[in-house]
Nanobody
Framework: QVQLVESGGGLVQPGGSLRLSCAASGFTLEEYPVAWFRQAPGKEREFVASISMGAYTISYADSVKGRFTISRDNAKNTVYLQMNSLKPEDTAVYYC?????????????????WGQGTQVTVSS
């Protein structure tokens, strides 16, 4: 059974950091593209970052570029999202997603596998 499980969310002050983890089971994550999306209350789900199979291509939303870093640990079958210099507008539920085909689109509809989400709250 294919499963993605996010962890690492929480409450952090502005300027702080968090590292989100996305652990996969039922498939080998390094063979699939992975992306992070987020959804804030009352807003549409938005693309955050993506990493291709083999990590050859990495992409970020303009709003997080220079602050967030997506990476793989193939030995742990896990993808990470390191988030630095967090802002209140980064507050959202963050979702890890993947799909059984090449390419890492920036649209949520392009992904078949979704985690349950992890809450990130940036507030003083």
């Amino acid at each position: 059974q294919v499963q993605l499980v996010e962890s690492g969310g929480g409450l952090v002050q502005p300027g702080g950091s968090l590292r989100l983890s996305c652990a996969a089971s039922g498939f080998t994550l390094e063979e699939y593209p992975v992306a992070w999306f987020r959804q804030a209350p009352g807003k549409e789900r938005e693309f955050v970052a993506s990493i291709s199979m083999g990590a050859y291509t990495i992409s970020y939303a303009d709003s997080v570029k220079g602050r967030f870093t997506i990476s793989r640990d193939n030995a742990k079958n896990t993808v990470y999202l390191q988030m630095n210099s967090l802002k209140p507008e980064d507050t959202a539920v963050y979702y890890c997603v993947s799909r059984p085909s090449p390419g890492a689109p920036r649209t949520a509809a392009g992904y078949d596998y979704w985690g349950q989400g992890t809450q990130v709250t940036v507030s003083s």
